[in-house]
């Protein structure tokens, strides 16, 4: 083990467009080099749903997500370590990022307590209590092996008021302190999470305490957290077009749980690296499907008798092999191979459309091909 010292992360811009905040660039991790902008498809408990590590390979995808609340709680995070770590554990050996569990304290808000020592959640599986600190939070992390370390947040939901999220944003940066104190793998490096909802001075406040312990010891990368989370759509992007650029411009730029086709473009178009979100996978299992001329619903008997892929511009293997038809009857039937099918081609479309996106950063042409792609998405079901 080894303090945090690793400096493969260091951001190379390769977008070559100094005026414009959209960046292509690359970063070194101990699994592999990720290219950006990059979607990162979640797998909280160790697998993408309804796909196996062979079909998320032919997608594609930079880094994978797993979570570290979820993952100490089953198989615990001992076993996975046991096993020789995550990677190996779930077939997966390109890069992997954890989340801390800090989303998990906004998302099981009535399983939990706080306060200033961590999160004791009441568990989702046996109600047993479960401790998280910022100090376990690292060492599971440690455990799973994973390539990118979120440091413990509070993550507070969208619409705090104001003097409430001055006195979690405080905590937050406490905790940054505290997770940054613990060693990890030498290949492993953490993340900052940046909060204060959507007060741009709030954001710059926490930004610099940041800044202050990154001065002694840098931080690999830096996200920003607490947004998408029933704030309004407008106050988030306000956030994100005035405070992203402000991020250290040699490190890696993560928007967190963001992940609509208009997101992304919106996000990349600001400078953000790296997104993730369970949108397009969750969606997939509900029918609904992205295409690169609108959404889609499987559900609709429109669908019934329709010989056609479900994106003609897309080249997955659902697309090159299956109909409509035959989709929406599996669909309709409950067939399991029907979930899989669509996951596949929303996360294809979705990992593909940040791939675009650094193609369109790299030949200069990004104003262009998102007015364009924003064009497609207004149209009506396809």
């Not at 650029?245 to 953000?272: N, Q, S, W």
């Not at 996360?347 to 193609?359: C, E, I």
């Amino acid at each position: 083990m080894s303090q945090i010292t690793n400096r493969n992360f260091l951001f190379q811009d390769e977008a070559g467009d100094l005026a414009a905040p959209g960046r292509a660039g690359r970063f070194l991790t101990g699994h592999g080099e990720v290219l950006t902008p990059a979607f990162m498809p979640v797998g909280t408990q160790g697998t993408v749903k309804g796909i196996t590590p062979v079909q998320l390979r032919d997608i594609g995808p930079q880094v994978i997500l797993g979570n570290t609340y979820h993952l100490s709680l089953r198989p615990g995070d001992a076993v996975v370590a046991q096993m020789g770590g995550l990677h190996r554990f779930m077939g997966w050996d390109g890069p992997i990022l954890t989340d801390s569990g800090g989303f998990q304290v906004f998302s099981l808000a009535d399983l939990r307590k706080m306060n200033e020592e961590g999160v004791t959640f009441q568990s989702h599986i046996d109600g047993s209590p479960q401790f998280l600190s910022p100090e376990r939070a690292m060492e599971i992390q440690r455990n799973l092996g994973s390539d990118i370390c979120m440091a413990l947040d509070e993550c507070p939901p969208g619409q705090l008021e104001r003097t409430k999220l001055e006195v979690s944003m405080a905590r937050t940066t406490r905790w940054l302190g505290r997770s940054r104190a613990v060693p990890l793998q030498a290949h492993q490096g953490l993340f900052a999470i940046n909060q204060g909802g959507t007060h741009l001075d709030l954001r710059r406040r926490h930004l610099a305490e940041a800044m202050e312990l990154d001065a002694k010891t840098p931080f690999q990368g830096f996200a920003v957290g607490g947004l998408s989370v029933g704030e309004p759509k407008e106050q988030m992007n306000a956030v994100l077009a005035e405070f992203v650029k402000e991020l250290p411009a040699d490190r890696p730029r993560y928007l967190m749980g963001v992940g609509t086709p208009e997101d992304l473009l919106f996000g990349i178009e600001h400078g953000v690296d790296l997104f993730d979100c369970v949108l397009p996978s969750r969606e997939a299992r509900h029918g609904r499907i992205l295409t690169s001329r609108g959404r889609l619903n499987l559900k609709n008997a429109r669908h019934r008798e329709m010989d056609l892929p479900l994106d003609p511009d897309c080249s997955c293997y659902t697309c090159k092999t299956f109909s409509r038809a035959y989709l929406h009857h599996l669909f309709r039937c409950g067939e399991l191979l029907g979930f899989t099918l669509n996951t596949i081609h929303n996360l294809s479309y979705t990992v593909g459309l940040t791939r675009a996106a650094r193609q369109a950063l790299l030949e200069n042409r990004f104003p262009a091909f998102a007015q364009f792609t924003r064009t497609r998405l207004k149209t009506e079901e396809p």
